[in-house]
């Protein structure tokens, strides 16, 4: 790694310590499980991640102008509300163990979902909630850089 890798990495890394709340995703399954499987009252996936068809579980495209999609699979359509949340192959809402409450005022939305990470929305918080699906890895490398240069960040350059 150069110097200036190794500095965006630390900038990425203070970024995500500093601008985020971190929260126990069980907090999420758990209120999911009271309500009896009524989780889009709690968490809704916006972006990133796999959405798939509520009928065969194939992964779809969502379109954004029209909010509904097709599957080819099984040759059904139809609108957001009918995609599966099933679409994490490692774990409701998320594989890792901790979700990232971000609310600062910058829409990072498609910025998050291109650096790999699942935004999700929950009525009862304002700002997004962004949760990695996979284990095993350095998620600042893999996620947290990504989304520090997507954003345009430059808290690594000295003055």
């Not at 009918?82 to 594989?95: F, I, N, V």
């Not at 901790?98 to 929305?121: C, H, N, P, R, S």
């Not at 284990?135 to 947290?144: L, S, T």
């Amino acid at each position: 790694m150069t110097d200036t890798e190794r500095e965006i990495y630390e900038a990425a890394r203070e970024f995500k310590n500093s601008r985020f709340n971190v929260i126990p995703s069980v907090l999420f399954t758990n209120h999911k499980a009271m309500e009896d499987g009524e989780y889009d009252e709690v968490l809704s996936l916006v972006a990133g991640g796999r959405t798939c068809c509520s009928y065969c579980g194939e992964e779809v495209e969502l379109d954004d102008d029209t909010d509904e999609w097709t599957c080819d699979n099984c040759e059904t359509s139809g609108d957001r509300d009918e995609l599966s949340m099933e679409g994490s192959p490692y774990a409701w809402p998320c594989a890792h163990s901790y979700m990232f409450w971000y609310d600062d005022g910058l829409d990072i939305t498609e910025a998050a979902a291109d650096a790999g990470f699942l935004v999700f929305e929950s009525p009862d918080m304002s700002g997004v909630i962004l949760g990695i699906d996979g284990g095993g890895y350095d998620f600042v490398e893999a996620h947290w850089v990504k989304l520090y240069n997507n954003l345009g960040l430059k808290w690594h350059e000295s003055e």
